[in-house]
């Protein structure tokens, strides 16, 4: 992913003031293009990567909507999700887990099928 010049960096080489720049960011942004990352800087976003930008556990939360699962049904595996997300496996059995320890997944494991105890909780969620 390529970040963008500091605003300072960008004030200095074009003689604007620093509103200008965030302003120009904030474009940038709204139309897609980039987004700010920790530490005041900003990258450009790859058009592959336009979809959803919430954290993988909520996208895997809402499996349970969108495949219309009912407590107590079993759930795909991370094999499973880690296609469907294009994630690699360990990042998804990450996730997983704070679905488990949130109460909405039973504890996999090796050779375990995870099971669905509860809906997950919408409110609170953009």
């Given at each position: 992913?390529a970040?963008?010049?500091?605003?300072?960096?960008?004030?200095?080489?074009h003689?604007v003031?620093?509103?200008?720049?965030?302003?120009?960011?904030?474009?940038?942004?709204?139309?897609?293009?980039?987004?700010?990352?920790?530490?005041?800087?900003?990258?450009?976003?790859?058009?592959?990567?336009?979809?959803?930008?919430r954290?993988?556990?909520?996208r895997?939360?809402?499996?349970?909507?969108?495949?219309?699962?009912?407590?107590?049904?079993?759930?795909?595996?991370?094999?499973?999700?880690?296609?469907?997300?294009?994630?690699?496996?360990?990042?998804?059995?990450?996730?997983?887990?704070?679905?488990?320890?949130?109460?909405?997944?039973?504890?996999?494991?090796?050779?375990?099928?995870?099971?669905?105890r509860?809906?997950p909780?919408?409110?609170?969620?953009?």
């Open positions: 992913m970040e963008l010049p500091l605003v300072t960096d960008l004030m200095r080489e003689d003031s620093r509103g200008v720049v965030l302003r120009a960011f904030a474009v940038l942004q709204r139309d897609g293009v980039a987004e700010p990352v920790p530490g005041r800087r900003w990258r450009v976003v790859r058009g592959e990567q336009s979809g959803d930008r954290p993988l556990a909520d895997i939360a809402d499996v349970i909507t969108d495949d219309g699962l009912k407590v107590g049904a079993s759930f795909p595996s991370a094999s499973e999700l880690s296609k469907r997300f294009s994630s690699s496996r360990p990042t998804v059995t990450k996730a997983l887990e704070k679905l488990e320890a949130a109460g909405v997944l039973s504890e996999g494991g090796q050779g375990r099928l995870r099971t669905v509860a809906l909780n919408r409110e609170g969620r953009s």
